[in-house]
Nanobody, 124 residues
Framework: QVQLVESGGGLVQAGGSLRLSCAAT????????LAWFRQAPGKEREFVGA????????DYSDSVKGRFTISRDNAKDTLYLQMNSLKPEDTAVYYC?????????????????WGQGTQVTVFA
């Protein structure tokens, strides 16, 4: 059974940085895409970015491109989200998710497994 556990959320001032981690267990993820989504109160879950476990460049939403960076450590089976130049509108619960695929997916319903989420709050 796939398990995803996020960590690293917290409270940060606008302009600051945070790094989220997502530890993945239960499977070999070589043919998977791993993604970050976020959900703010009263809003739908939003795609942040994704990366293929096998490699290649990451895919980002326009709202975070240039500020956020996704990476993974294959040896540790861990996905990361480095968030710089944070804005109050980045405040949300951040989730990692995985799906078996060779292509990037941007729709939350396409992902099979999800973590429990970690709260990120950015204050002005």
């Amino acid at each position: 059974q796939v398990q995803l556990v996020e960590s690293g959320g917290g409270l940060v001032q606008a302009g600051g940085s945070l790094r989220l981690s997502c530890a993945a267990t239960g499977r070999t993820f070589s043919n998977y895409a791993l993604a970050w989504f976020r959900q703010a109160p009263g809003k739908e879950r939003e795609f942040v970015g994704a990366i293929l476990w096998s490699g290649g460049t990451a895919d980002y939403s326009d709202s975070v491109k240039g500020r956020f960076t996704i990476s993974r450590d294959n040896a540790k089976d861990t996905l990361y989200l480095q968030m710089n130049s944070l804005k109050p509108e980045d405040t949300a619960v951040y989730y990692c998710a995985v799906v078996r695929t060779y292509y990037y997916r941007r729709t939350s319903s396409e992902y099979d497994f999800w973590g429990q989420g970690t709260q990120v709050t950015v204050f002005a």
